[in-house]
């Protein structure tokens, strides 16, 4: 590993694990890989895990712990150096913070310690890596954590982002015995109500001249069939992928926390991320996103995408 996190580990015996908001699983994933590898080679550490959840934490619940520990702690922040991504600003207080992210982002906040790997599937594979590397002991429950991370921002190793490297470190994390059968049996089912939600969703999928494929989910429609922001946001905008007609996609979504409206951008093969940038999110080239205070920002994002379409096409 890493020597310059060795010595931060070494250093500490309060450490605080946290990570990006709305946390998808990779967050989880890393954050618990993470936790648990920890635990196991360090016991006699105070180690924590803490954020907001939503339905997919499979792992432990968050600990609630007192804010004043942020000033003794050793904090790591995964899978997002973007402060619009952070909950809360306690990890201001941090001792020491280190950042691990594999988004192309560059840091808007205070840090000491930055890792980058922009070239790494997820920010599980980094931790994985991190891990192997160092020789540490891997348990079970991080080897888990970490390959649903894998999994899930790989979308099954489908993803451009997936390299020889994420299939050594998956390799390395299958023969530490986790049991995959299981972790893709909770990762690919899901209730029959959700299947038909997709359903009523991609029927009243728009669509540009040029093909752009493009949804607005508004506060009616999360209520009228009850279900969050993030479940449809993140959740249902790889339901327009894998159309031939269509080569870039968009699914917007009203958030009640915030009142702003989430926009998660995708693409097969023309870079989007920096229409992404433009209305002040990130991400990877092909999937990113951002969130804009009105529709009609929306309607100018969809128009951003068009001309770059136009411009593609020649
Ligand atoms: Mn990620």
């Known amino acids: 590993m890493d020597q310059k996190i060795i010595e931060l580990i070494n250093a500490h015996n309060k450490i605080i694990i946290t990570r990006h908001k709305d946390p ?14 920890l635990k196991h080679n360090f016991p006699d550490k105070e180690i924590y ?3 907001d959840v939503n339905g997919l934490n499979r792992f432990k619940p968050m600990d609630i712990i007192e804010p004043s520990l942020y000033s003794e702690a050793l904090v790591f ?13 306690l990890y201001e207080q941090a001792k020491m913070l280190v950042l691990i992210d ?28 991190l891990l ?30 997936v390299t020889a490297s994420t299939f050594e470190v998956a390799a390395k994390l299958i023969n530490l015995g986790i049991d995959i059968q299981s972790i893709y049996a909770q990762m690919y089912s899901e209730s029959l109500s959700m299947k038909r939600l997709k359903a009523v969703f991609f029927s009243t999928v728009e669509f540009t001249p040029r093909g752009i494929a493009y949804r607005k989910n508004d506060a009616e429609f999360l209520k009228k069939y009850n279900i969050d922001t993030y479940s449809v946001s993140r959740g249902m905008v790889n ?3 894998g159309i031939d007609e269509v080569p870039i996609w968009a699914n917007f979504t009203y958030e009640e926390k915030t009142g702003r409206i989430l926009c998660e951008l995708r693409s097969k093969i023309i870079p989007i991320v920096d229409i992404a940038k433009k209305y002040g999110g990130g991400g990877h080239l092909l999937a990113c996103g951002c969130n804009v205070a009105t529709w009609e920002e929306t309607d100018l994002i969809i128009n951003d995408l068009d001309k770059l379409l136009e411009e593609y096409h020649g």
């Open 49 to 51: 895990v803490t954020g």
């Open 132 to 161: 192997i590397d160092n020789e540490w002991v891997i348990p079970t429950d991080s080897a888990t954590a970490l390959y649903t991370g894998i999994v899930s921002d790989t979308g099954r190793f489908l993803y451009k982002s």
């Open 239 to 241: 339901q327009m992928s």
């Open 77 to 89: 922040i995964l899978d997002t150096v973007a402060k619009q991504m952070l909950e809360g600003s």
């Open 24 to 37: 998808d699983l990779d967050a989880y994933g890393s954050q618990f890989g993470l936790y648990y590898a």
């Open 102 to 129: 594999h988004h192309q982002n560059n840091p808007d906040i205070r840090y000491d310690y930055y890792i980058r790997n922009t070239e790494a599937s997820s920010c599980a594979e980094i931790i994985a890596r």
